[in-house]
């Protein structure tokens, strides 16, 4: 035994359903082809930006690991650089060469030797 | 009412509740009763016939990867927006026709309204309960937007009150409070069905 709502509901409902199904066959045959084309349409794009997302975050965590070994290069740089110039400095202590110098140098040896301890002992005072 | 369900199959009134496999079997299932519904609220056959195909499209275009149990709230609700949408279209067209010139031409006649006729076929014209089917979307015109919604989507789609909040884009609660009231009203239109 139903009670009336429930017997209301069920009427409602039977209604509905019946209704629904008879559909004349003109309105159905239009359902189908909307159903068709629909279910034809494709997704564009949606697989690009599926992989944006994770090429977004690889390309975020190679910067990260850029920016965090990038010091050591510039270490190995800036030792480079200090060798360079105390490499400079030990050719600055060799003896001239021979070819390239000037002849006055050789011709007045005896003075710029002089000069040069000198000048090395005034730098240290 | 034996009529009428009498010409109901029964797999007709379970196929609701069934999670069908694939999308396509979904919209064949949805489709008849989307456009029902579409209809009884926008009372136009080549609208109610955009809206459901539009939410079809919609659909497959952005919800084919979600599991089959999440397909009924969200092509519901998709339905729900486009028939609002249309209905908010309606108004606007309808205000900016009075503004020119109140739909009637220089001789004064009132010219045919942005809305034709409706030439379709009685859908219940093979039944006995097409004065019933008529009562009933004539009770549930009279509804309020949201407990129209509500009753549709729960007492007739059958959805439950989860999948109806969903679709309605509001709390379970709201859900309740719209079909009580949705229901109190009907059975006062109905009385006759008692």
């Known amino acids: ?125 | 009412m034996n009529s009428v369900a009498g010409t109901l199959d029964t797999d007709l009134l379970g196929d609701a509740r069934e999670t069908p496999a694939t999308l396509d079997a979904f919209l064949a299932q949805v489709e008849r009763r989307a456009f029902r519904m579409a209809e009884l609220q926008l009372r136009h056959r080549e609208d109610a016939m955009d809206a459901v195909q539009d939410a079809m499209l919609r659909l497959v275009k952005h919800y084919r990867d979600k599991p089959a149990t999440e397909w009924a709230p969200l092509f519901w609700g998709i339905l729900r927006r486009r028939v609002v949408d249309l209905q908010r279209r309606r108004k606007v067209r309808s205000i900016v026709v009075g503004w020119l010139g109140g739909g009637r031409d220089d001789d004064g006649d009132e010219l045919p309204t942005w809305e034709p006729a409706d030439p379709g076929q009685d859908p219940l014209g093979r039944l006995h309960d097409v004065q019933s089917y008529a009562d009933l979307a004539a009770a549930v015109r009279q509804l309020p937007q949201r407990q129209r919604e509500a009753f549709m989507l729960r007492m007739l789609e059958g959805l439950d009150v989860a999948e109806t909040a969903r679709a309605m884009d509001c709390s379970e609660g709201s859900v309740k409070t719209h079909l009580s009231r949705a229901m109190h009203h009907l059975r006062d239109q109905l009385e006759d069905w008692r």
């Open chain 1, 1 to 125: 035994m139903t009670s009336p709502d429930e017997h209301f509901e069920q009427r409602a409902r039977e209604l509905w359903h019946a209704a629904a199904q008879h559909i004349d066959p003109a309105t159905a045959g239009r359902l189908r082809a909307a159903r068709r084309q629909a279910l034809e349409t494709k997704a564009p794009a949606r697989r690009a930006v599926r992989w944006l997302i994770p090429t977004g975050a690889f390309a975020a965590i190679a910067l990260a690991a850029m920016m965090v070994w990038q010091p050591l290069p510039q270490h190995h740089a800036t030792s480079a650089m200090h060798a360079a110039s105390a490499a400079d400095e030990l050719d600055n202590e060799l003896p001239p060469d021979a070819d390239k110098a000037d002849p006055n140098l050789y011709q007045n040896l005896d003075f710029y030797g002089w000069l040069a301890s000198t000048s090395s002992h005034t730098a240290a005072r």
